[in-house]
């Protein structure tokens, strides 16, 4: 029998090595056991063109169930060995979209532990526990969404389970952000396969070491892939070329006709005809899934009802010989258990294979050496729960859109195939011309519709219009009335109609703690960053003076960029729009967008600063009042400047969940090209990125933590009244509101210029990072900061190991070299730097790793 990656390695060069592991960190066995496991295809991904197949997850190749479930439940009852006494405690994680399915079954095999798996789906009025990034996935974005928001605060075991463990970056990221908030003593990571590189097997042990706890991995198989040089680009060059149509012969074969299509979206000369709906009788609040939160005694629940699901559909299935049961994206629990239960249910000879739909674009050849030989193209039929995006595919939280792939189910020889989605999925989308049921009537005799109800937890905003009527949960209440901003002088040095402040005050509240203390706690996962605050910051008489030099050089050319982003905002968002600064760096550049549309069109612009946290987002309060007091689609977000970009993907991501809001941010300074609204794409020094809250109207960082800010509450800040003295919040402000008249022309050329211009964002920025990130053997892509305004704050705030400079950065860096000098920080050169400077914290902080005076000093 061929292999299923044969295709793909003669052409490619590609080879997979290893073997079966006997224990928990693997042992020796032979490459033929990874080859019944997986194949190999190649796809459209600027990371990785490869991809491994696994014949046994039920996602791309059409398996038997009780093979799919059955590994699962395997590798479960594993971990409830390594467990012990320990199970009780247990709580089980799994991966959107892949692994959610294998995450419930082994769950389903630690018996005593709750499942809870990751989503891409936003669910407005759920509050977020959590959300992380996947450097190679498709489509990146995490989001957890427990029903009870203490299901991750625990002290037991988490296990954590995916597909394949290759890297170790998105599984040790998962850790490392969980651990930083709900800290733990003990992980396991649970794969069907270990494909680590043998530079990359020691940082397991490293990584346990460095967060203070024991970290485990189970894994049906280990091995690696090995890639020869110039792999990523000849794979890509091949996917190019078969996609443009110089492989007709074989993606001919494999993808199906238009003409075939159109005939089973009229019914005329459609195998099948009509599809037929038929009612599982879903028990009445069960989860659809793990999304939420799916404990023992739901599983026990839906066992007892499988029986009669499946007879139910047995019945419309017409004495089908052939049977797929076709799961959809993230919903592949419910869909693999009721395969399961009719591949029991129906008579021989008949089977039944199990796989389900993905977003993941994959190139199909008809070759029996290559692991996806056919490939079914229709529209995402759920971006009812994406109301705000507009972004198709890509981009954080932008993913509600664009095209859906369902792989081996034509050619299959399938003559029936069972379609399970949720009821939010059940939509025109799915039943119109081109969907995915005329998709499979043009090529299945005989299409079953299943759907299961869409599950929504107590807290689901009720008022959000695309969500399904909620029947499990009728004893909603209406939220209590929100406060009013705060405004100056009774909060902030600015003047009461430059903005108002969407947040609680905070000031009488000791929340300072030093620097290093707050480093430590920080990365050993004892604290969030935004449940304290830093000292703030004093600066010397020298430093007031650069500053102030730095002021008088640069006003004229933050003017410009004023000018620039404000017009363009005029001209394409909103003619009068609402601008909505994130706190506190992005509400100096707020004020002057206000300044200058008053100055140069006599519009009075609404101004609020709302907070954004990494890691648990918007303050969801915050953009319920801006929704309740303003139209959304005149809301404009606005931002000091972009390093990698990871708070405009924060900002994507959590405005999924409401209505009616553009997600993309405008900026004053864009250098890591992540917008297509900014006023400039230079990373220059903005003089606000000098100081804290003495430039900020003596504002404090935002603050998040729990015994301070309740549900109904907005995020915190401080009111820094003593520092009056110091404060130079109008002196920015003024200075730079004086040159606006000077750059109207510039700002006007510029203008028409980008407006025809194509400004979409390059993402340059995140790229450069994670190169950064694993050059200099960092591995986080938080602890890099890159950009002027990013490095000082790494200088001000936080435990710096060392400052990148390109070589050549005049008179925008004289302020970094001198806190670099005051904190015994080195200053690297570096050639090609794609910004002008780059801030790296210190990777394995602890008290220890300074210097007696307190001073950072680099690791050894």
């Not at 992380?132 to 988490?158: K, R, V, W």
């Not at 609040?285 to 404990?295: A, E, I, S, V």
């Not at 010397?540 to 006003?555: D, G, I, N, P, V």
Request: net charge negative.
């Amino acid at each position: 029998m061929v292999w299923s990656g044969t295709w793909v390695a003669e052409r490619l060069g590609v080879e997979l090595a290893g073997g079966v592991p006997g224990g928990s960190e693997g042992g020796p066995a032979s490459g033929e056991n990874l080859r019944d496991l997986l194949g190999l295809a190649l796809r459209r991904n600027p990371k990785r063109a490869h991809l491994l197949v696994s014949n046994v997850l039920g996602k791309h190749v059409p398996q038997y169930p009780g093979l799919v479930y059955g590994t699962g439940v395997g590798l479960g009852e594993r971990v409830r060995t390594l467990l012990g006494p320990d199970v009780s405690r247990a709580l089980v994680l799994g991966y959107a979209e892949t692994a959610t399915g294998l995450g419930h079954a082994v769950a389903d095999g630690v018996r005593d532990a709750p499942y809870l798996h990751s989503t891409r789906r936003p669910v407005p009025g759920v509050a977020r526990a959590g959300g992380f990034e996947e450097s190679h996935s498709h489509a990146t974005s995490h989001l957890l969404l427990p029903e009870d928001p203490a299901a991750l605060a625990g002290d037991g075991p988490l296990v954590l389970v995916d597909d394949e463990f290759s890297t170790g970056n998105t599984v040790l990221n998962t850790i490392r952000a969980l651990h930083e908030r709900y800290p733990r003593s003990w992980y396991v990571i649970v794969a069907l396969v270990d494909m680590r590189s043998a530079a990359d097997q020691g940082r397991l042990a490293e990584f346990a070491a460095e967060i203070g706890a024991r970290v485990d991995l189970i894994a049906l198989a280990s091995g690696t892939v090995v890639l020869p040089e110039g792999v990523l680009a000849k794979g890509q060059a091949l996917v190019a070329e078969y996609e443009a149509g110089l492989g007709a012969a074989a993606e001919a074969a494999a993808a199906e006709s238009a003409a075939g299509d159109s005939r089973a979206a009229s019914g005329a000369g459609a195998p099948g005809g009509a599809v037929t709906r038929v009612d599982l009788g879903w028990p009445d609040g069960l989860p659809d899934g793990g999304r939420h939160g799916f404990t023992p005694a739901h599983r026990a629940r839906l066992e007892t009802a499988l029986p009669g699901m499946a007879a139910t559909v047995a019945a419309e299935l017409g004495g089908a010989r052939s049977v797929l049961v076709l799961g959809f994206e993230e919903l592949m629990y419910a869909p693999l258990r009721l395969a399961e239960e009719l591949e029991r249910t129906l008579p021989a000879p008949a089977e039944v294979r199990y796989s389900t739909t993905t977003r993941s674009p994959v190139l199909a050849v008809d070759d029996p050496g290559y692991a996806i030989r056919s490939r079914l193209v229709f529209p995402a039929h759920d971006t009812a729960a994406f109301p705000a995006d507009e972004a198709g595919e890509g981009g954080a939280g932008g993913d509600g859109r664009g095209d859906r792939y369902a792989y081996n189910v034509a050619g299959g020889g399938f003559d029936a195939v069972v379609a399970v989605v949720d009821s939010l999925a059940d939509s025109a989308e799915l039943h119109g011309p081109g969907g995915l049921l005329a998709r499979l009537a043009a090529h299945v005799p005989r299409v079953v519709l299943a759907v299961v109800p869409t599950y929504l937890p107590v807290s689901a905003d009720p008022l959000a219009s695309h969500l399904p009527p909620p029947t499990n949960h009728p004893e909603r209440q209406e939220r209590p009335m929100l406060s009013e901003p705060l405004r100056g002088p009774a909060f902030s040095s600015y003047a009461a109609d430059e903005v108002g402040w969407l947040l609680q005050d905070l000031s009488g509240v000791e929340l300072e703690a030093p620097t290093e203390e707050r480093e430590e706690a920080i990365q050993s996962g004892g604290a969030h960053y935004a449940e304290s605050l830093p000292v703030e910051y004093q600066p010397s008489e020298q430093y007031q003076e650069l500053f102030k030099a730095a002021l008088e050089t640069s006003a004229a050319r933050i003017a410009r960029a004023v000018g620039t982003v404000t017009e363009t905002v005029l001209a394409e968002r909103s003619p009068r729009p609402v601008l909505v600064s994130l706190a506190r760096a992005g509400t100096p550049v707020g004020v002057l967008m206000r300044r200058w549309a008053q100055h140069r069109h006599g519009l009075d612009l609404p101004h609020y600063a709302v907070s954004i946290v990494r890691g648990r987002g918007i303050d969801a309060n915050a953009v319920r009042w801006l929704a309740a007091h303003h139209d959304p689609a005149d809301v404009v977000f606005v931002d000091g400047w972009t390093g990698k970009g990871a708070i405009t993907r924060e900002l994507a991501e959590a405005l999924g969940a409401f209505e009616g809001f553009d997600p993309e941010i405008a900026v004053l300074a864009d250098p890591g090209g992540c917008v297509r609204t900014y006023g400039t794409r230079e990373d220059f020094l903005i003089p606000s990125a000098c100081l804290n809250s003495t430039v900020s109207g003596l504002i404090s960082r935002t603050v998040l933590r729990s015994d301070l800010v309740g549900p109904d509450d907005f995020h915190g800040a401080k009111y820094y009244r003593e520092l009056a003295g110091a404060d130079v919040s109008g002196l920015f402000l003024d200075s730079v509101a004086a040159r606006f008249d000077e750059v109207v022309p510039a700002v006007d050329a510029e203008v028409k210029e980008l407006l025809s211009a194509d400004r979409a964002p390059t993402w340059e920025g995140w790229a450069a990072v994670e190169r950064i990130s694993e050059e200099y053997g960092i591995h986080d892509v938080n602890l890099v900061k890159p950009g002027v305004g990013e490095t000082t704050r790494v200088l001000l705030r936080r435990v710096p190991w060392k400052i990148l400079a390109r070589t050549g950065a005049g008179a925008d860096l004289h302020h970094v070299r001198l806190l670099a000098e005051q904190r015994g920080v080195p200053v690297e050169e570096v050639e090609g730097l794609p910004y002008t400077c780059v801030g790296l914290i210190h990777p394995h902080f602890t008290r220890g790793a300074t210097g007696a005076d307190g001073k950072a000093v680099a690791a050894k």
